[in-house]
């Protein structure tokens, strides 16, 4: 299982580092869906590879000249501190409300792609004044959202930044630059509550690595912004159909009943080795 959840995130970590995004939208449910636990495992694990994957992917997009460094600082800066305020919420949210919040924003984040799918590239930038006014408080509300959900907030950043008049390809290695802080930050403000696998990260750490740069380089030299982004649409809707599914069918009772029997089998094995 473990082997076949770091495939799915390297084909995710290399889709998303096309579009400057970390990919937590992904990695979350997936993990989720392979049996480990939404808030200490799959949140702050995704989190952890959000960062990891808008990180790596910087050096080709650095080596491009494609960052607006002084353009996202203010964004970035407000992102890295309200992430894990975000996070520190996260765990008193009941966990059906995180998967339809989760949902909502990743149909939002779908819905925009294939909107800005049809649009011409931008010709015009605002001023470096208004820029840094509204990445204040972009910068702010994606940080808390992102740290709480485990996603980087680069779904709310990336549209913000087009209709500042970013072009695609900028405008993805500048949500990277930012969405690296709200991720490490909010990590790290989900550290206390997490628990660490460290098979799991190992494997899946290695998934993004690879798929980071393979997306970073196909973007910057081949790849067609406009069907990146639907194909990426479609991706996050299968995603959230999923999510809500599994919102409304959650059954809290069962859940705890499996952690009660997961808890006693795990103890009867230390027994036995003991």
């Given at each position: 299982m473990t082997i076949f959840v770091g495939i799915i995130i390297l084909i995710a970590?290399?889709?998303?580092?096309?579009?400057?995004?970390?990919?937590?939208m992904v990695y979350v449910p997936v993990l989720?869906?392979?049996?480990?636990?939404?808030?200490?495992?799959a949140i702050p694990l995704g989190l952890l590879l959000n960062g990891l994957n808008t990180l790596l992917v910087l050096i080709p997009y650095a080596r491009k000249g494609l960052v607006?460094?002084?353009?996202?600082?203010?964004?970035?800066?407000?992102?890295?501190?309200?992430?894990?305020?975000?996070a520190m919420t996260s765990d008193k949210v009941p966990v059906q409300t995180l998967k339809l919040l989760?949902?909502?924003?990743?149909?939002?984040?779908a819905v925009r792609?294939?909107?800005?799918?049809k649009k011409s590239e931008p010709d015009k930038m605002?001023?470096?004044?208004?820029?840094?006014?509204?990445?204040?408080?972009?910068?702010?509300?994606?940080?808390?959202?992102?740290?709480?959900?485990?996603?980087?907030?680069?779904?709310?950043?990336?549209?913000?930044l087009m209709?500042?008049?970013?072009?695609?390809?900028?405008?993805?290695?500048?949500?990277?630059?930012?969405?690296?802080?709200s991720s490490f930050s909010g990590y790290l403000g989900h550290m206390a509550q997490g628990q660490m696998n460290w098979n799991l990260t190992i494997v899946v750490v290695i998934a993004v690595i690879i798929g980071s740069q393979l997306g970073g380089m196909y973007m910057t030299q081949k790849a067609k912004s406009k069907q990146v982004k639907i194909v990426y649409a479609f991706v996050l809707l299968i995603?959230?159909?999923?999510?809500?599914?599994?919102?409304?069918?959650?059954?809290?009772?069962?859940?705890i009943d499996e952690k009660a029997f997961l808890k006693v089998n795990n103890d009867t094995e230390i027994i036995k080795t003991t």
């Open positions: 970590s290399f889709i998303f580092a096309m579009l400057g995004l970390g990919g937590g989720n869906w392979a049996g480990y636990d939404m808030v200490n495992v607006d460094w002084k353009g996202g600082a203010v964004m970035a800066l407000t992102a890295l501190i309200a992430a894990p305020l975000g989760f949902a909502a924003m990743v149909i939002i984040a792609m294939i909107w800005s799918s605002m001023s470096i004044g208004k820029r840094s006014l509204i990445g204040f408080f972009t910068g702010s509300f994606a940080g808390f959202i992102g740290g709480m959900l485990g996603l980087g907030g680069g779904f709310i950043i990336a549209p913000i209709a500042m008049g970013y072009k695609t390809k900028q405008a993805a290695a500048t949500t990277a630059f930012v969405v690296t802080f995603i959230a159909i999923k999510l809500i599914y599994a919102a409304l069918t959650y059954n809290p009772e069962k859940s």
